[in-house]
């Protein structure tokens, strides 16, 4: 069992920076790799990054490639994402996930059993 809560969002004007947070508590083998997604009203939810937290590689899609950026503090068990240049499009709702299950794609929200309860990220033009 995972539990995770997400931190950070808020307002910010386009082309700002701004940096979420996610507390992750639970076993270890649920948090080897962990991502962080969005979701818009009407919308499926969308992969932004990932990290590999034995390594801490983080990857992102090519859709927010070189802004989006996830990282970890081990030691404070936390996982954070990175959102710079950040524009209008990027305003959505943003979740923290964990336990990707065995042969999931880490870009699919439906392979991840644990989610946080999100952290709104709203930009203005």
């Known amino acids: 069992q995972v539990h995770l809560v997400e931190s950070g969002g808020g307002s910010v004007q386009a082309g700002g920076s701004l940096r979420l947070s996610c507390a992750v508590s639970?076993?270890?083998?649920?948090?080897?790799?962990m991502a962080w997604f969005r979701q818009v009203p009407g919308k499926e939810r969308e992969a932004v990054a990932a990290?590999?937290?034995?390594?801490?590689?983080?990857i992102s899609p090519a859709s927010v490639l070189g802004r989006f950026t996830a990282s970890q503090d081990k030691a404070k068990g936390t996982v954070y994402l990175q959102m710079d240049s950040l524009k209008p499009d990027d305003t959505a709702m943003y979740y923290c996930?964990?336990?990707?299950?065995?042969?999931?794609?880490?870009?699919?929200?439906?392979?991840?059993?644990?989610w946080g309860q999100g952290t709104q990220v709203t930009v203005s033009s």
């Open positions: 639970g076993d270890t083998y649920n948090r080897r790799f």
């Open positions: 990290i590999y937290t034995s390594t801490g590689n983080s």
């Open positions: 996930a964990a336990g990707l299950r065995a042969g999931g794609s880490q870009y699919v929200a439906g392979d991840y059993n644990y």
